[in-house]
């Protein structure tokens, strides 16, 4: 019988569904220290955000039966993928799940920046009436540049495009034929988009995408999403570009440090947070569980 330890949790359905076809599971959250020692008897493991699969917690496995880890969710910047490689395992993750719950969030931060949301919120609750103060911007007719043109800036792409914005595109695959929005090269994307929304993972070779420089290309006054990573943002620089008014809004849900450590950041008046909960929809976690299962069942039944 396989062993699969579920480290950071994964839906009930799905434990359940695994066990159903027999494999036996462990739904249980080690400590760093001791987790690589642990690995050695599971034959899989499954993890979100939380655990970090590094160098060294892999040697500690090393010897052991671990051939297969899955990241239930896209981002696989927590599994030291070069180490599972060496050793001979296998990484998946689950890219289609969540890309209609990202991309979402990322529109719900643009609406909650271009109308203050979220300062509305928090001001009226503390007895305030800004009625004056909140005069906002519509995004109907604006030009939204996405940075990422994978599954869930395509999927973003869409919504958008059905209300009334204008996409363009830059990815760093260069133009795709099967997308129909405009590509351009970062730097003309940057100096064109009132709202620039990010879709990338954090690159470790070439560092931060978005710095003082690349803000400063763009319009006065525009927004900017990040819903990717937090190190695609250089957050000190956006912090300038908003106090300066040359970023109008910015909508962040994932920070250089998680949990986030930047209090000035998220008390900014013009900025809308959120505590990395692109993927935190019922529908992406069923259907994150759903292909767990599925890359589960592949793999073992091919060994
Ligand atoms: C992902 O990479 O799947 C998302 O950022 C969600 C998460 O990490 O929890």
């Known amino acids: 019988m396989y062993k699969i330890l579920v480290s950071d949790g994964l839906q009930e359905n799905a ?12 739904d249980e959250h080690y400590d760093k220290v001791i987790l ?10 499954v993890i979100r955000s939380a655990t970090k699969v590094t160098k060294e917690v892999l040697e500690k496995a090393s010897g052991g039966k ?13 599994i030291d993928i070069y180490s599972a490689h060496e050793q001979g395992i296998t990484v998946k993750n689950t890219p289609n799940a969540s890309s209609d719950s990202v991309a ?20 009226m609750r503390n007895g305030e009436w800004n009625k004056k103060k909140y005069e906002g911007i519509e995004i109907s007719g604006k030009t939204l540049g996405i940075i990422g043109m994978g599954r869930i800036g395509k999927s ?4 958008a495009t059905a209300l009334g914005m204008n996409v363009i595109y830059n990815d760093v695959f260069g133009k795709q034929d099967d997308v129909k ?36 290309l763009m319009k006065d006054g525009a927004y900017i999403i990040n819903c990717a990573r937090g190190k695609v943002v250089d957050e000190e620089a956006l912090l300038e570009a908003l106090d300066s008014g040359k970023i109008a809004g910015a909508g962040i849900d994932v920070f250089e440090v998680e949990p986030n450590t930047n209090e000035i950041l998220v008390n900014h008046p013009r ?4 505590p990395h909960i692109g ?9 994150i569980g759903e292909e767990v299962v599925s890359v589960i069942k592949d793999f073992f039944t091919k060994l």
């Open 15 to 26: 434990i359940n569904e695994l066990i159903k076809l027999g494999f036996s599971v462990t």
């Open 271 to 274: 900025v809308s947070c959120t």
């Open 156 to 159: 973003l792409a869409n919504k």
């Open 104 to 123: 979402e969030l990322a529109l719900a931060h643009m609406f909650a920046v271009a109308r203050f949301i979220g300062t509305s919120n928090y001001t």
């Open 279 to 287: 993927a935190s929809t019922m529908e992406a976690q069923d259907r």
């Open 66 to 78: 671990l051939k297969l880890i899955i990241r239930a969710g896209v981002g696989i910047d927590n």
């Open 36 to 45: 690589g020692e642990k690995l050695k008897e599971f034959d899989a493991l």
């Open 181 to 216: 929005y405009e590509f351009l090269e970062l730097n003309d994307l940057l100096r064109k988009s009132d709202f620039i929304s990010l879709h990338v993972p954090y690159d470790k070779e070439n560092g931060t995408l978005i710095r003082k420089e690349e803000l400063n």
